[in-house]
């Protein structure tokens, strides 16, 4: 059973537009919210991650938005470039009960069209 | 290039064969994990390590498989009697805090 649920699986957006990808969990127990990005044939590398003490977090062009009452977590993609272009893993883990092992999303696919 | 370093990257072999992969973690590192991902999904979690104690293991994990990391260094997974199924990603990361992933080893199992 997947204990984090990310949507959409795909889209499609234009360059200097905005991607929103959503994830949703049900683990009170998770406390870091780190998101991925992976492109074809690669690890995925570390974009930006949250702890739930606080709503939201923005690096650069990359936001994370936080709602911890409806175990909710978003990414915000701004100005969207040709090179975004790539799979986004939302994952989740719990290292306050020791459980670091991260539990991920099934991934959206964004497409920045130029 | 002091990143998490995977050995092959890629590997073919044939059904029932033993296949064995290596991971060399960021040197710093005390956690190292393996990780599944199949395509079009997440990566999957199947074993990690805190220095070498071997710390949990996923149902994921059958019989098939085993992971060492002798004296809490470079960490090797071995799939025995490999199947189709197995065919993946297989992913190790390495952490202090946050994880940061290898480039994967593609199995493809004929």
């Known amino acids: 059973q997947q204990q984090v649920k990310q949507s959409p699986q795909s889209l499609i957006v234009q360059k200097g537009g905005i991607s929103i990808i959503n994830c949703a969990y049900e683990n009170t127990a998770f406390d870091y919210f780190p998101w991925y990005q992976q492109f074809p044939g690669k690890g995925p590398a570390l974009l930006i991650a949250?702890?739930?003490?606080?709503s939201e977090k923005k690096e650069g062009r990359f936001t994370i938005s936080f709602n911890k009452s409806a175990k909710q977590f978003s990414l915000h993609i701004m100005d969207s470039q040709p090179g975004d272009s790539a799979t986004y893993f939302c994952?989740?883990?719990?290292?306050?009960?020791?459980?670091?092992?991260?539990?991920f999303g099934a991934g959206t696919t964004v497409t920045v069209r130029a | 290039d002091t990143g998490v370093s995977q050995n092959p990257r890629h590997k073919i072999t044939k059904r029932g064969q033993n296949v064995t992969f290596r991971c060399d973690p960021i040197s710093e590192h005390n956690r190292l994990y393996w990780y599944r991902q199949t395509l079009g999904q997440g990566p999957e979690f199947l074993t990690y390590?805190?220095?070498?104690?071997?710390?949990?293991k996923s149902r994921l994990l059958s019989d098939r498989f085993s992971a060492e990391r002798p004296k809490g260094s470079f960490s090797t997974l071995e799939i025995q009697r490999t199947e189709q199924g197995d065919s993946a990603m297989y992913l190790c990361?390495?952490?202090?805090?946050?994880?940061?992933f290898g480039p994967g080893t593609r199995l493809t199992v004929l």
């Open positions: 994952a989740a883990r719990a290292p306050r009960t020791n459980d670091y092992k991260l539990s």
């Open positions: 390590f805190q220095n070498e104690a071997q710390l949990e």
């Open positions: 949250i702890r739930p003490d606080v």
């Open positions: 990361a390495s952490s202090l805090y946050e994880q940061f």
